[in-house]
């Protein structure tokens, strides 16, 4: 299986950021990281290898970006104003660094989202904001409104609401959502959300794919036995769903 390791002063951050990618051809894939992991850690968890036979058939080329959450949405240090700004940085890195690199290396139109976790809002809310661009997306185990807090979990913006926190909010943009350009997108994206009947992010889940269906924007959701939502089930998950 081909791997090549990337590694560049990022002008939308302004810090190094690195990324493996995995296969030569076939739809590109964003996969992004938990919340406390790196780029490497899909690899380290056998989450690739369960790709391995899709990867060396030219089905899919792996991009496993890195993660700036502890210096984003995780960062108690910044008032939530700022968090989200760096946030929106880190969506800048992605749109105009990454993707740009995916398509010098590989010309395959079709483009995925997925992640796992907190990698799942990534992926989630980057193809929800931006529909044109992917294809497909895949939310494994995600939380999708990080101004809610649910189980141990806490709002991760401490009550505050601006309208970037809004607009990279899926289960509150979602709802109200009336542009024709977005729902003509979104309505075509396919879009499947994977999560255990005991993880804490299940109701979270379940409104996100009530909001969908409201919308009339076709989706799948998959609701697997127990908490589902350690690196063995994303194995399984990804080799089922992408």
């Given at each position: 299986m081909r791997r090549?390791?990337?590694?560049?002063?990022?002008?939308?951050?302004?810090?190094?950021?690195?990324?493996?990618?995995?296969?030569?051809a076939g739809a590109r894939?964003?996969?992004?990281?938990?919340?406390?992991?790196?780029?490497?850690?899909?690899?380290?968890?056998?989450?690739?290898?369960?790709?391995?036979?899709?990867?060396?058939s030219g089905f899919?080329?792996?991009y496993c970006v890195d993660s700036i959450d502890a210096e984003s949405l995780y960062d108690p240090a910044k008032p939530p104003a700022e968090r989200v700004r760096r946030h929106l940085q880190y969506e800048r890195y992605l749109l105009d660094e990454v993707l740009p690199l995916s398509q010098r290396l590989n010309p395959n139109?079709?483009?995925?989202a997925a992640g796992s976790s907190m990698g799942a809002y990534h992926a989630v809310n980057l193809a929800f904001r931006h529909p044109q661009l992917f294809g497909k997306v895949l939310g494994m185990s995600g939380r999708y409104d990080l101004t809610q807090p649910m189980a141990?979990?806490?709002?991760?913006?401490?009550?505050?609401?601006?309208e970037d926190v809004y607009l990279n909010t899926p289960n509150r943009f979602i709802a109200h959502l009336t542009d024709d350009f977005y729902l003509g997108h979104l309505r075509r994206l396919e879009i499947t959300l994977v999560v255990g009947e005991e993880d804490a992010f299940l109701e979270n889940n379940?409104?996100?794919?009530?909001?969908?269906?409201?919308?009339?924007?076709?989706?799948?959701?998959?609701?697997?036995?127990?908490?589902?939502?350690?690196?063995?089930?994303?194995?399984?998950?990804?080799?089922?769903?992408?």
């Open positions: 090549e390791y990337h590694r560049w002063l990022s002008p939308a951050l302004g810090r190094p950021m690195e990324l493996l990618v995995f296969g030569a894939v964003l996969l992004f990281p938990t919340r406390r992991a790196r780029f490497f850690d899909h690899e380290n968890w056998g989450v690739v290898e369960a790709l391995r036979p899709k990867i060396e899919l080329q792996l139109m079709c483009l995925i141990g979990f806490r709002d991760l913006f401490e009550g505050y609401v601006d379940l409104t996100l794919s009530r909001q969908l269906q409201d919308k009339g924007i076709a989706h799948q959701l998959h609701v697997w036995a127990g908490e589902a939502h350690k690196p063995p089930d994303w194995q399984r998950m990804v080799d089922l769903y992408l």
